[in-house]
């Protein structure tokens, strides 16, 4: 078993790179960096490796632990499902290593980097442990320390009462989820007998149709927390730009998708068969994120939280095809159900790359110009070519925009939203095509939101003295941000190469196989029965769009007047111009601000209506219940010992 | 080991034995709830452990159970050693040896705990578990919980933080007896994990006995109501 | 095999050749009939017919002066977004109801393809930093956000009913309905097409093309500090992109009289079909800019939401004729 050698070797690795960051940075910092990210690359480029060979093989990999009575076995198990999770975060985080060498370098020389090694390491390596885990106490063990890693990196800029505040409204939200899931985990151990997610999968035939509803909206809460599913959203734009911005593009890149994973795992694995009304109420959610997520983002000048809010929006379009998927399963649809599962995970690949990308590139312009508010930015295409052209295919990328990787799934979502019309209902039936049109809506404002942000970082005049000494940034960084970016585009052209990793992790959830005649991958036909067809070949789309671009380009060099471009200022009615004339992203963001006045709740809305009302429930029950709370330690142990007597008597009785 | 006390001991002293043992570290218990000064309770403390060292190995002797020994290796070098010494260093530091008010007066109390022992062995002689646990004596079960109500009994009565760790500890020993008595079912991991809990505690304790020390001039945990809302 | 392979490949080469060629040079002469019906209906001469291609020849032989503030994105925006357009125009069923690249792409891939042009230009008119570009690119992005909803919808109803969102299958099932295709979903939905289709224009009531007041201007504006050959492809595009719409719209409202096969006779009746049926929207494009004014930036809200509304109601009578249920 080769992936598994693979795979144990990388653990091994990731916790060695741990080590050497801690030590080596007693002798020299940059050699604590450098050292430790190397390691951590090779150890990436093993599970990499070792995930995608599982992909291919579709074996199945089991590592036992340890058996503890209670618990059940304590065993990691590798699935292509988790196998395609492991590939998305070893994937990611090579480049997002590369960046660091160069970012630290720039910007945490201060701080001490050899905790931030040590915490990267083990960051990687527990969400990579996650989604193999297969105990429900592990689950959660792992879940926990995932969190709490990053909670330190988001408090890891101490100087700021902000990111303490994002710190502490990120614990508080990640914790309540954790309650949700924890829950949800006892009432299955319950009725199973022990904590092994097998067991759990042979018990949940077994499951009062009740309970199962319970558990699925206990499940939709605490992973619902992690994606960023509003109203769950709130600790998200918080916490995600506090963060270092390396590990804001892995937070965002990956960290988010593992809910992706529970709800794939628990859901299909644990609770089917359920009811279509499940999948109804994830995908309604879903959209109303997506929406309301890209809302807030075309309205926000911070460009990380600008970032932070997009994911949101990009995780509603993440589960909206896993929430159809769950309609389409409760309908027997396996086909289009695995369908679904594939557009979803594509599209979780795609966010990763193109968010990560953005996040790089965010944290290279705020590394030279120290500022993250796109007011203040401007004219950085001439200082830093090579990252604005990195951001500009993030952009395009996030904006689903032909030639690039976005537009695959997004052409996918659409697919599925119109093939709802095979499914006998009638709400579905209505609310897949208006989900479609509402899809395309967001569509459109992130172009216009990913526009305003181009424009007001990198194009025209600096709008204030922080962009004017930028320079372009260290080597290791725009190699980080380059290969995303170049994936990006791969993806984009040659999605043949994914698709068979795709197909087989979601044949790991739906346990059946497309058939051949009705999905293509080489040039995504789909071929779907009563007279549903659909084609796409994103390689012609590329080529034709190149060979049009350079066909024209040097028609119009050579037809007519020749092309020495005259170059002059602009024009702004006679008056040299000057910085202040230029439309700011405020004033670009205006227009939406108008038209979306219904829809856009400011932040606060989500805390007067929804959180300080269960606030102050609670602190009403604790008033109430004061009285018993004398504060005395020995009338706390008296109520301990008179409850053991009770209970001894009572096992007597 | 195992062959070493199978030879020089039959199974009926052993169960013997064992029942002598239980008795001790029964009384050492209510002389601890009734012991004024502190040091002495440190020592006490330490026979109780030893004690159930002894049960421990007995148990381990007659049940073939390896796992028992390391437990009770540990068990002796972390109760009769370890501990001790850092709740000794603690005593040091702090400067108090006397407990002088208590909640009852301490002759009352220990006469209370005689009450409770027999309410606790009426209560669980016939509490059902399986025929190979008792394979020491029928007593260790109402022994260990009876060990457990003590300590919360000694945590309960007492003002002094300091003897609220030693209340603790009474408890765990009764947790440790229970462990012995179910000897077949809980697992090396679960022990270990407890002990492990208990030498931090004690190292969390000991500074924070100090602390309340430092800020309140006083151990009494009475003080930590004034952090109440 | 290997005889029909290339036969088909030929055909494909030959089919892309003048579906490349009919949008290239239709596409000028189609804006200045435009003009001109929409100044014979207000009782004005108009431009002569002609006027596209002059205006086309005089861009390219002017000086292309650009702003020193722009970046070579500014320069490469003309080309990008017209080979966007010039590759969206492959996926039009014009005469014929197949389109060369069926397998290229469909109803997505067009919206998509306009919004790659639009992204480009919105961003180009940001680079030299002049306040009304940047105003009309940010209206632009937002007319953009209202439309493509709208025209996503309409389209999906439409699709829906042929079960296919190529545009070629779209068109075809359309064609061989006859009679029982004028169903109140269809009529519905042809009417919020329009709708989307003449803001995608950017005509009035949306937006006016032929202002030349900076601050009105909304497509135009973004083209401020273009000059020469770069105006000369940005102008192009979007009469490209306008000549798309209208086929579109054409094919939809009178799916008839497409080139069956591929016999030179019967391909230009089915030329001569087009023709007549792209000047029939035009003229209906142009009633509709003659009687209504412009409306209000922020009113036109109002009328796309309408339209969503009205593709909404398509969609709800479409599935209640499916399954017999609501009662519509």
């Known amino acids: 078993m080769n992936e598994a050698i693979l795979l144990q070797f990388s653990f091994l690795l990731f916790i060695f790179g741990a080590i050497s960051a801690l030590t080596l940075n007693f002798f020299s910092k940059k050699l604590s960096i450098v050292c430790s990210s190397v390691i951590g690359i090779i150890g990436s480029s093993l599970s990499l490796i070792s995930s995608i060979l599982i992909l291919l093989h579709k074996s199945k990999l089991v590592?036992?632990?340890?058996?503890?009575?209670?618990i059940g076995p304590l065993e990691l198990i590798v699935d292509p499902l988790a196998a395609f999770f492991i590939l998305l975060i070893s994937m990611l985080s090579i480049p997002v290593l590369i960046y660091s060498i160069g970012y630290l370098q720039a910007e945490y020389m201060e701080k001490n980097v050899g905790v931030l090694g040590v915490l990267y390491h083990l960051f990687i390596l527990s969400m990579i442990l996650v989604v193999c885990a297969a105990n429900a106490f592990l689950f959660l063990f792992l879940w926990e320390l995932m969190t709490l890693i990053s909670f330190v990196f988001v408090i890891s800029d101490t100087k700021s009462i902000e990111s303490q505040k994002a710190g502490f409204i990120y614990?508080?939200?990640?914790?309540?989820?954790?309650?949700?899931?924890?829950?949800a985990?006892?009432?299955f151990a319950k009725y199973s007998g022990s904590f092994s997610f097998s067991s759990f999968q042979s018990v949940s035939h077994g499951l009062p149709n009740n309970l199962k509803s319970i558990l699925f909206i206990f499940m939709l809460i605490g992973f619902g927390t992690k994606a960023g599913l509003i109203p769950l959203h709130i600790w998200l734009p918080e916490a995600h730009p506090a963060a270092p911005s390396h590990i804001s593009a892995l937070m965002s890149g990956v960290m988010i998708k593992t809910a992706v994973y529970g709800l794939l795992r628990f859901v299909f694995d644990f609770l089917s068969p359920f009811p279509y009304w499940w999948g109804l109420t994830l995908a309604v959610f879903a959209i109303i994120t997506a929406m309301l997520g890209i809302i807030y983002a075309s309205l926000e000048n911070d460009l990380?939280?600008?970032?932070?809010?997009?994911?949101?929006?990009?995780?509603?379009?993440?589960?909206?095809?896993?929430?159809?998927?769950?309609?389409?399963?409760?309908?027997?649809?396996?086909?289009?159900?695995?369908?679904c599962i594939i557009a979803s995970l594509f599209h979780s690949l795609?966010?990763?790359?193109?968010?990560?990308?953005?996040?790089?590139?965010?944290?290279?312009?705020?590394?030279?110009?120290?500022?993250?508010?796109?007011?203040?930015?401007?004219?950085?295409?001439?200082?830093?070519?090579?990252?604005?052209?990195?951001?500009l295919v993030g952009a395009l990328a996030i904006s689903a925009f032909p030639p690039f990787n976005g537009f695959l799934s997004e052409w996918l979502i659409y697919q599925i939203l119109f093939s709802s019309f095979q499914i006998h209902s009638q709400a579905v039936k209505i609310f897949a095509p208006v989900c479609g049109a509402l899809l395309g809506f967001t569509g459109a404002i992130c172009a216009a939101t990913f526009v305003k942000a181009f424009s007001s970082i990198f194009s025209a005049m600096p709008r204030s003295h922080q962009p004017v000494h930028a320079h372009e940034v260290s080597l290791s960084m725009r190699l980080g941000m380059g290969i995303p970016a170049v994936f990006c585009l791969f993806v984009g052209i040659a999605p043949f190469a994914i698709m068979p990793l795709l197909q087989s992790a979601s044949e790991a959830v739906i346990h059946t196989n497309i058939k051949s005649n009705s999905f293509f991958a080489n040039n995504l036909l789909i071929n779907l029965g009563a007279n549903h067809f659909a084609a796409l070949s994103p390689g012609l789309i590329f080529a034709l769009l190149v060979f049009f671009f350079t066909m024209f380009y040097f028609l119009c060099k050579m037809v007519g007047n020749k092309m020495p471009i005259r170059k002059d200022e602009t024009w702004s009615c006679g008056v040299t111009p000057k910085a202040e004339f230029e439309h700011t992203p405020t004033g670009y963001s205006q227009p939406f601000g108008v038209?979306?006045?219904e829809l856009y709740t400011p932040e606060s809305f989500y805390y007067k209506y929804i959180y300080l009302p269960v606030v102050n429930g609670l602190i009403n029950i604790s008033h109430r219940v004061k009285p018993i709370q004398s504060g005395n330690l020995q009338l706390y142990l008296a109520y301990i010992f008179i409850t053991l007597i009770l209970c001894l008597v009572w096992l007597r009785l | 080991m195992i062959s070493l006390i199978n030879n020089f001991l039959s199974i009926q002293t052993i169960q013997q034995l064992t029942s002598y043992i239980i008795g001790i570290v029964l009384v050492i218990s209510i002389l601890m709830a009734g012991c004024r000064r502190l040091e002495t309770m440190v020592r006490l403390f330490i026979f109780q452990s030893f004690g159930l060292v002894l049960i421990m190995l007995f148990a381990g002797a007659i049940s073939h159970n390896k796992d028992a020994f390391l437990i009770s290796g540990i068990t002796f070098f972390g109760k009769c050693f370890l501990i001790p010494w850092v709740l000794m260093f603690v005593l040091q530091k702090i400067k108090i040896n006397r407990e002088v008010e208590t909640y009852i007066s301490l002759p009352t109390s220990m006469l209370l705990i005689c009450c409770l022992i027999a309410l606790v062995f009426e209560l669980t002689t016939n509490i059902e578990i399986r025929k190979e646990v008792h394979v020491l004596s029928t007593n260790l079960l109402s022994a260990s919980i009876s060990m457990i109500l003590i300590g919360l009994f000694i945590m309960m009565t007492r003002k002094k933080a300091f003897v609220q760790i030693m209340g603790l500890y009474v408890m765990e020993n009764g947790i440790l007896a229970l462990t012995v008595d179910t000897i077949f079912e809980m697992p090396l991991v679960v022990e270990m994990g407890i002990f492990l809990d208990l030498l931090i505690g004690v190292l969390v304790m000991g500074?924070?006995?100090?602390?309340?020390?430092?800020?309140?001039?006083?151990?009494?945990v009475e003080e930590l109501r004034k952090l109440r809302g | 095999m290997v005889e029909v392979m290339n036969i088909f490949l030929l055909q494909t080469v030959l089919l892309v050749f003048i579906q490349l060629f009919l949008i290239l040079i239709l596409s000028p002469f189609i804006n200045t009939l435009m003009k001109k019906l929409k100044a014979l209906l207000q009782g004005r001469i108009g431009p002569p017919l002609m006027q596209g291609y002059y205006d086309l020849s005089k861009y390219f032989q002017k000086e292309t002066v650009v702003s020193n503030q722009t970046s070579p994105i500014f320069l490469i925006t003309p080309f990008v977004v017209f080979s966007a357009t010039l590759l969206a125009s492959l996926l039009v069923p014009t005469y014929i109801t197949i389109t060369p690249l069926f397998i290229l792409g469909g109803i997505i891939l067009l919206v998509y393809l306009f919004g790659l042009a639009r992204f480009f230009m919105a961003q180009a008119a940001m680079e030299?930093?002049?306040?009304?570009?940047?105003?009309?690119?940010?209206?632009?992005?937002?007319?953009?956000?209202?439309?493509?909803?709208?025209?996503?919808?309409?389209?999906?109803?439409?699709?829906?009913?042929?079960?296919?969102?190529?545009?070629p299958n779209i068109v075809n099932w359309l064609s061989i309905q006859g009679i029982h295709l004028f169903t109140p979903t269809y009529v519905l939905a042809v009417i919020a097409l329009l709708i989307a289709g003449i803001a995608e224009m950017g005509r009035v009531p949306f937006d006016n093309p032929e202002t030349h007041y900076e601050l009105t201007m909304i497509h135009e504006g973004m083209f401020l500090e273009y000059s020469g050959k770069l105006l000369g492809m940005m102008i192009w595009a979007s009469w490209i992109k306008q000549l798309l719409i209208l086929s579109l719209l054409a094919n939809f409202i009178f799916p008839y009289g497409y080139s069956a096969s591929a016999s030179l006779p019967i391909l230009f009746t089915g030329l001569l079909f087009y023709f007549a049926k792209v000047v029939i929207v035009c003229l209906i494009v142009v009633l509709v800019e003659t009687v209504i004014a412009k409306v209000r930036l922020f009113r036109v809200k109002d009328i796309l939401i309408a339209s969503f509304v009205i593709s909404i109601i398509a969609l709800v009578i479409s599935i209640s004729k499916d399954t017999g249920g609501l009662g519509l």
């Open chain 1, 304 to 339: 990380k939280r600008m970032l932070a809010f997009s994911s949101i929006e990009n995780m509603g379009i993440i589960l909206l095809p896993l929430g159809i998927g769950m309609i389409f399963f409760a309908f027997d649809q396996k086909e289009l159900a695995s369908l």
């Open chain 1, 171 to 183: 614990l508080l939200m990640t914790h309540i989820g954790l309650a949700f899931l924890l829950f």
């Open chain 1, 63 to 70: 590592f036992s632990l340890y058996f503890i009575k209670p």
């Open chain 1, 595 to 597: 038209i979306f006045r």
């Open chain 1, 350 to 391: 795609n966010h990763s790359l193109f968010k990560s990308l953005l996040f790089m590139c965010a944290g290279s312009v705020i590394s030279v110009t120290h500022t993250r508010n796109m007011e203040k930015l401007g004219g950085l295409i001439k200082l830093m070519p090579q990252t604005s052209m990195f951001f």
């Open chain 2, 207 to 220: 500074v924070w006995v100090y602390r309340i020390k430092q800020s309140f001039d006083t151990i009494n």
């Open chain 1, 185 to 187: 985990f006892l009432i």
């Open chain 3, 128 to 167: 030299p930093g002049s306040g009304f570009c940047g105003m009309a690119s940010s209206r632009e992005m937002m007319l953009a956000m209202l439309i493509e909803p709208v025209l996503l919808l309409s389209l999906f109803v439409l699709a829906l009913m042929a079960k296919s969102t190529n545009l």
